[in-house]
């Protein structure tokens, strides 16, 4: 016989729990099915006696006052930590040295880009705007806009360190709205930018709370903060529970699951689907292979996560900083690395320095055919420029075949279709990190806009 509820949510992973959270917060009561046999999705931590590991999710920023909210509804306050003073500053890699950025005054004057360069990003102001409202890459948008340097020292590293992507790909309407209309609207992106400094000192609106913005995790690492709406919700969760299908079942749905080796059903009015791309549209291929096919087409490049350890006696690099990024140019196998143990100092002992590499993604796609071999490149390159010639006293790894959901050129048309999927069965909602915004902040946010949402229905 079918089980029966109201609300079901499909996936574990922290926009998942984030909605399970605030549905209880409002008032209503669900069911969450995870295939997996612990919560967080691609937020894992490790603890041992001597250190603190990340092998996913490392931190997130409150952009939004949600996410705040959630904390404090958890009662996580005193298990928050914030990035420290001492990670404010920012690397670039060039030419195989670090160039430290720290405000305006750096980037204007310091050795990142040439004079050439600044000059070119001052003419934008006469650069004429693109007619066409039709979507372009990042890289296309930067490069006509602001010059290829900028492409190639600013949002190379930043593409690769968001999303493993490459600026090349990745879509600028799905991206960067927010720019693109500068440039509508004011005809540059520097007039756009005085223009809303200007619009805002003019509406004088009453002042009203703003989130922090602030780099945050927990005490014991990110994964600390699914396990904690895991803990507190226990008996609405099913781990171990790979849904199969969904298919429309009279004025509700039905969900066929698999758990410990049998086939089980839910009868549920209402679903959030919360689960990555790549599995949700197996389980909505029987309610609509168009949605099935367009999710089909959301990337994910693989990324390996790589943590290490060493004596701090043995880095000769000032550890003053979040951490480095590399653009492409630079041609090395991993994409950047966090100094986790400057940015949150109770990662390991204070004699000790832990660093978390990021290898492959879009831009180096096929090192997981020679995992190990482009691990222990990535591990010399990485020692290389840190000045270490000491071996790590903890190395680990994690794999992630398909780590990010790229918002790439293709991205805009399929958003569409989730869009119309939704207008065509109102009871179902689309969530999780392909689908706006891949941020934690920005799954938070939508969290609770779907649970409010469901919060007023009968």
Request: glycine content about 6%.
């Amino acid at each position: 016989m079918s089980e029966i509820q109201e609300i079901v949510i499909i996936g574990g992973g922290i926009s998942g729990l984030s909605t399970l959270a605030f549905l209880n917060k409002f008032g209503k009561k669900a069911i969450l099915l995870e295939k997996q046999l612990e919560p967080g999705g691609v937020m894992r931590s490790k603890k041992t006696a001597d250190h603190i590991l990340d092998f996913g999710s490392n931190s997130a920023i409150e952009k939004n006052l949600a996410v705040r909210e959630l904390i404090e509804f958890l009662e996580l306050e005193n298990e928050v930590m914030y990035a420290s003073r001492a990670s404010s500053k920012r690397y670039i890699l060039k030419n195989n040295k670090l160039q430290g950025l720290k405000g305006p005054i750096s980037i204007a004057f310091g050795g990142l880009f040439s004079w050439k360069a600044k000059f070119r990003v001052i003419k934008e102001i006469w650069i004429a705007p693109r007619m066409s409202q039709e979507d372009e890459s990042v890289a296309s948008f930067v490069e006509r806009r602001l010059g290829r340097e900028i492409v190639d020292y600013v949002f190379s590293p930043i593409i690769s360190g968001i999303y493993a992507g490459r600026p090349e790909e990745i879509s600028m309407k799905a991206n960067y709205p927010k720019m693109t209309a500068l440039e509508q609207n004011y005809g540059s992106i520097i007039k756009g930018a005085f223009g809303k400094m200007r619009e805002s000192m003019k509406n004088k609106a009453p002042k009203e709370p703003k989130p922090s913005k602030n780099i945050f995790s927990f005490k014991n690492g990110m994964q600390q903060f699914a396990q904690s709406i895991a803990n507190k919700y226990k008996e609405q969760i099913y781990f171990g529970a790979e849904v199969q299908k969904v298919e429309k079942y009279h004025n509700n749905y039905l969900i066929t699951y698999r758990t410990n080796n049998e086939t089980k059903t839910i009868t549920s009015k209402y679903i959030i689907s919360a689960a990555q791309a790549f599995v949700a549209k197996d389980y909505f291929s029987p309610l609509s292979q168009k949605l099935s096919l367009a999710l089909d087409k959301i990337y994910y490049p693989p990324v390996a996560i790589l943590n290490l350890i060493f004596n701090r006696s043995d880095i000769k690099q000032k550890l003053d900083s979040f951490g480095f990024l590399i653009p492409e140019k630079e041609r090395k196998k991993f994409l950047g690395a966090i100094w986790s143990s400057v940015v949150f100092p109770n990662r390991t002992s204070t004699d000790k320095a832990a660093f978390t590499l990021f290898v492959g993604g879009t831009v180096n796609k096929s090192f997981v055919n020679n995992l190990e071999d482009s691990l222990a490149i990535a591990k010399a390159e990485f020692m290389q420029i840190m000045g270490i010639s000491a071996q790590p006293l903890v190395e680990n790894h994690k794999l992630w075949e398909k780590a990010i959901p790229q918002y790439n050129l293709e991205y805009p048309p399929i958003f569409d279709a989730i869009q119309e999927f939704e207008k065509e069965h109102p009871q179902i909602i689309i969530s999780g990190n392909y689908y706006k915004g891949f941020a934690t902040g920005d799954c938070i946010q939508n969290a609770k806009d779907n649970a409010l949402k469901l919060s007023k229905l009968q």
